[in-house]
């Protein structure tokens, strides 16, 4: 499965941007789906994760409240809508499917998601 990430952009503090995933080949229809960033200097951190489903989601607690994550099965595409950014939220964001299909949980752990997107780059101004 190829993923391809974009909506990435430079947007002020307290913004908006929508990232988008969209996957081609192998369907991902029956995989958790995941969001990741990487700043500077920093390891990727895990920022959402949505089932296979679509009927649950998890966020880490520093997007909380400001994150929200979807998914279009018929689109084949995945979707982070960020709002009221910060200058900390900058960073490369990755989308990720998980290696195992129809998992109960959502992983945490980038080492359970086995393709990954490019990455898009997100900076916020402050």
């Known amino acids: 499965v190829q993923l391809q990430a974009s909506g990435g952009g430079l947007v002020q503090a307290g913004g908006s941007l929508r990232l988008s995933c969209a996957a081609s080949g192998r369907t991902f229809t029956r995989y958790n789906m995941g969001w990741f960033r990487q700043a500077p200097g920093k390891e990727r951190e895990f920022v959402s994760g949505i089932s296979w489903t679509g009927g649950r989601v998890r966020y880490a607690d520093s997007v909380k409240g400001r994150f929200t994550m979807s998914r279009d099965d018929a689109k084949n595409t995945v979707y982070l809508q960020t709002t009221s950014v910060k200058p900390e939220d900058t960073a490369v964001y990755y989308c990720?499917?998980?290696?195992?299909?129809?998992?109960?949980?959502?992983?945490?752990?980038?080492?359970?998601?086995?393709?990954w997107g490019q990455g898009t780059q997100v900076t916020v101004s402050s």
């Open positions: 990720a499917r998980e290696r195992l299909t129809q998992r109960l949980t959502i992983p945490l752990n980038e080492n359970e998601y086995g393709y």
